[in-house]
């Protein structure tokens, strides 16, 4: 409720009684003569306060219609805009700090069917640029272009944020309707939005610009949003658009936040190299056209949109209508092509121009820290085709997939800093291996790093710098990697942009001082529990618990003949005597795997403290021949990070009691089909007519949310336990093409392992189940695609040695869970912990390798290590050490120093 002076109850309300020549969206002349009514925020009067208060006059701080060759620079304005006309040209407006510029409280908004904008730019030529933008009740930017002459305007570097939260107005309202001389809208950091970030009208280029956090007051529409247009070759390329939640739920009619959308009827754009992440609705959509909604075209014209190189952590999606507007539309003209996604929808449709797309894992550099660069053994490298002028500086045998080429820099979108911010940098260097890393911090709001900032340690220059961003705070922190070994002795620290002439100092660094060193080494006999005592004397010993931590090769033999992406390994550790020794905490917890790029995934199956504990561990990469990860254990502070949802493509322990959606049970007369206490329970009595029959649950694989199966190899495990049943029994465990039925026979005693060919069983191979009723019965079956055909493999009790039964399907079934007595009989069975991981045969050879400890005397692992400080180190040795030794101190990230003992 608006409007009322009645409802004037609160601290800092107000409410004007206007005057007579008030129509209610004007004044009829420049007089006012109403009265102002309010509440001050400390609830004091305002004749008895010192409070002053102040009314807004006007809309428009700067007032160029009809103006040209003016330059506006360095001021802040606050609750006003600036407007300009179609006749304005040549100015430009820089370095301006403007909060407010549009506001109103009114429903519909004051002045315009949007409400009244924060700048309005019309004419040609016209330049915003290095400035600050924020609150804006309506539009924030209108940029809109109508004569022949008109456009050629330039909105870059801007932060701009908190716009339409009216609801009613936009972020960029951009349009050029001749199109002959384009607007660019480039490196904007938009952020926090009622509506979309760029309503895109035609004739414009929209360019390396971070925009999120749009949609917060409606659904539908994209962050980048065109509909019904000619874009007039319009551009949007090497964006970054996320962050947008607004619900999806197609039942309420509310459709999400998309980030680039070209609706109905939109033609002639391109959209390349963009990157985008958490929307609620697809990342790049494209509905499609039937000339109804924009003249000049009919029902088959070509959109020509070419949709190219775009990496989206998410959806890209085709939409049709079977009647827009009294017609079908159409996807003629719309192009896919060089994309990533992680799942591709509605690519189904015929008219789409279809090439070099993938789904699935891509293997990017740090996707939680959102690097969607490549790593060295993607999928995606030299998988695209040749696009020219789009992939035209590619390097090796063919583009990459994606946004990002393998071998390029990552991209910069979004506002960058400028001259002026360096000296509000801190920078903060320290000593990495034989290497440094820099840390840049109080970047303002919304800016990142340039790609030519550079920092120098001496007159060592900075290889790398990048932004990792905060995106609710909104601001960004910079790193900068010097590869130099050579500094030594008091450095100093300066950065600069460019060729800029100006260089910030910022302070310096003792090279020497930071380095891992050990001094001097000091041996006792130990008179009561024998061997050596020893104390190292030093300086940058690491004093984390990591530091006491033991990491151990693993040594992996890839005999595939081929990479293998995302693949499981099974390991088995004597945990039993680790943890006895106090090497190990009681549950694992401490246990971490990890290779040259971090930390992998894995999940403990069984055995902790055991001879035999089993643990998958989930490996992005796996060249050709040997390849090696590394196990740590030891920091007894930690607490276990063993997950199987991210070790596995799809794991379910039943532990939720609830059975999924996408499983389809199949049960029958007197047979219940329950999920609870941790397994899939199936049970109950057959009769005359059903009992060969088999029951349980099977996977809807055509749901593409859960199953889609990139993997063209995979293997399905899971248990199965018996509580009661008939000995003839069949069971399903993966796919009805290959499974264990008749009464256990032969010698050694086992069911039979086969299929039912419609007329008749046919026997493969012996399982080694020989009796009736048993606990978790490991299963697996594999799936190697060969060709037309599929080659199915039935192994069971985690030994993948040697398959128990093998055969070939054209089209085999997935994900079938059923059991059938195969006789008149009660039954009770179990299923539990399927899961479903990539997999080769043979499979891989695994070794544990040597042992790397933070302190080494010789070839002696210093035990009951002691970190005193990060000079002193205690520890023992249970033997004598005599003479000349090396003695070996070994940080955590790889940094050691030898210190040559003369004994």
């Not at 006007?58 to 006749?87: P, Q, V």
């Not at 020497?512 to 061997?531: C, K, N, R």
């Not at 005193?868 to 090396?886: K, T």
Request: aromatic fraction near 12%; proline fraction near 4%; glycine fraction near 8%.
């Amino acid at each position: 409720m608006w409007g009322k002076l009645e409802a004037l109850d609160y601290p800092g309300e107000w409410f004007i009684d206007p005057p007579d020549n008030y129509t209610g969206t004007h004044f009829v002349n420049e007089d006012f003569s109403g009265t102002l009514y309010l509440q001050l925020p400390d609830n004091s009067h305002p004749s008895e306060s010192n409070h002053m208060i102040e009314l807004k006059k006007r809309n428009w701080a700067f007032d160029l219609r009809n103006r040209s060759y003016i330059t506006i620079k360095n001021i802040t304005i606050f609750a006003c805009g600036i407007i300009n006309n179609t006749e304005s040209h040549d100015n430009t407006i820089s370095n301006i700090h403007g909060t407010y510029l549009s506001h109103f409280r009114e429903i519909p908004p004051f002045y315009h069917p949007y409400g009244t904008q924060g700048i309005q730019l019309y004419g040609n030529n016209n330049v915003i640029r290095d400035s600050y933008f924020a609150y804006s009740a309506g539009t924030l930017l209108d940029l809109h272009s109508w004569q022949e002459e008109n456009g050629n305007n330039l909105i870059s570097n801007n932060v701009m944020h908190d716009i339409g939260y009216e609801g009613s107005g936009v972020g960029i309202s951009a349009a050029n309707f001749d199109g002959l001389h384009k607007n660019l809208i480039t490196h904007n950091t938009i952020f926090t939005s009622g509506l979309c970030m760029i309503d895109l009208g035609p004739g414009n280029d929209v360019t390396y610009n971070d925009t999120y956090q749009s949609h917060l007051q409606c659904t539908d529409i994209g962050t980048i949003y065109g509909w019904g247009c000619d874009g007039k070759d319009s551009i949007v390329a090497y964006n970054l658009v996320h962050d947008s939640y607004s619900e999806h739920n197609g039942s309420l009619n509310k459709y999400g936040a998309h980030g680039i959308y070209l609706d109905d009827d939109t033609y002639n754009y391109t959209i390349y190299r963009n990157i985008t992440w958490n929307m609620s609705s697809p990342g790049i959509a494209m509905m499609g056209t039937n000339g109804t909604a924009f003249a000049g075209y009919d029902e088959l014209s070509s959109s020509n949109r070419k949709i190219y190189n775009n990496t989206v952590d998410g959806v890209i999606a085709a939409y049709l209508k079977e009647n827009y507007n009294g017609l079908p539309s159409h996807l003629i003209g719309t192009e896919f092509k060089n994309n990533y996604a992680t799942v591709l929808f509605g690519f189904e449709y015929d008219e789409l121009v279809l090439s070099n797309n993938f789904e699935g894992d891509a293997l990017f550099i740090d996707k939680s820290n959102r690097n969607y660069a490549l790593k060295p053994y993607s999928p995606l490298i030299d998988k695209g085709g040749e696009l020219p002028p789009y992939t035209q500086n590619f390097t090796g045998l063919a583009p990459d997939i994606g946004a990002i080429e393998s071998t390029d820099k990552a991209f910069v979108a979004g506002a960058l800093i400028k001259d002026k911010d360096l000296e509000q940098l801190s920078v903060n260097c320290y000593r990495k291996v034989e290497n440094f890393k820099c840390q840049i911090e109080n970047l303002p709001v919304g800016r990142k790093l340039p790609e030519n900032f550079e920092l120098f340690i001496g007159n060592v220059q900075s290889d790398v710098c990048f932004t990792q961003m905060n995106y609710q705070t909104h601001l960004g922190t910079g790193f900068c990697d010097i590869l130099s070994p050579d500094l030594s002795g008091e450095q100093p620290i300066s950065i600069k942009l460019g060729d800029s002439s100006i260089t910030v100092d910022k302070g310096s660094i003792n090279i020497d001082a930071t380095a891992l060193t050990v001094h001097s080494v000091t041996i006792t006999s130990d008179s009561i529990a024998g061997g050596t005592s020893i104390t190292i004397i030093g300086q940058n010993f690491d004093t984390s618990p990591d530091f006491l931590a033991v990491s151990q090769e693993i040594v992996i033999t890839n005999t595939s003949g081929k990479p293998l992406y995302q693949y499981q390994i099974p390991i088995v550790l004597n945990t039993q005597e680790l943890i006895s020794n106090n090497k190990m905490t009681a549950n694992c917890g401490d246990i971490r795997f990890f290779n040259q790029n971090g930390l992998l995934p894995y999940w403990i199956e069984s055995g902790c403290n055991d001879l035999e504990t089993l643990v998958w561990v989930n490996i992005p990469f796996l060249p050709e021949n040997e390849s090696t990860i590394y196990l740590r254990y030891g920091n007894l502070s930690l607490s276990s990070q063993s997950n199987p949802q991210d070790t596995f493509y799809y794991f379910d322990d039943f532990e939720d009691g609830i059975i999924q959606s996408f499983y389809e049970t199949c049960g029958g007369e007197g047979i219940t089909i329950t999920e609870a206490d941790g397994k899939m329970s199936i049970s109950g009595r057959t009769n005359s007519t059903n009992k060969y029959h088999i029951f349980g649950f099977y996977f809807m694989t055509w749901n593409i949310k859960v199953f889609r199966f990139p993997l063209e190899d995979f293997i399905i495990d899971s248990e199965l336990t018996v509580i009661s049943g008939s000995e003839n029994f069949k069971a399903v465990l993966g796919s009805d093409n290959l499974f264990p039925f008749n009464a256990p026979s032969g010698d050694p005693l086992g069911k039979d392992i086969g299929y039912w060919n419609g007329e008749t069983w046919v026997f493969i191979g012996k399982s080694h189940i020989h009796t009736p009723l048993f606990y978790d019965k490991k299963i697996s079956l594999s799936f190697e695609k060969n060709e037309a055909q599929t080659i199915l493999r039935f192994f069971e009790d985690n030994d993948f040695s040697q398959p128990l039964a093998e055969r070939s399907v054209e089209d085999p079934s997935i994900g079938h869970f059923e059991y059938g007595p195969d006789s008149e009989a009660d039954f009770e069975v179990m299923f539990d912990n399927i899961k479903i991981r990539s997999f080769t045969f043979p499979t891989p050879l695994i070794s544990l390798g040597d042992k790397q400890y933070g302190v080494k005397i010789g070839k002696q692992a210093c035990e009951n290590v002691q970190v005193l400080n990060a000079s002193i180190i205690h520890c023992h040795v249970p033997d004598v050490v005599s003479g000349n030794v090396d003695i070996k101190v070994t940080n955590p990230d790889g940094e050691f120093s030898i210190f040559e003992l003369d004994n």
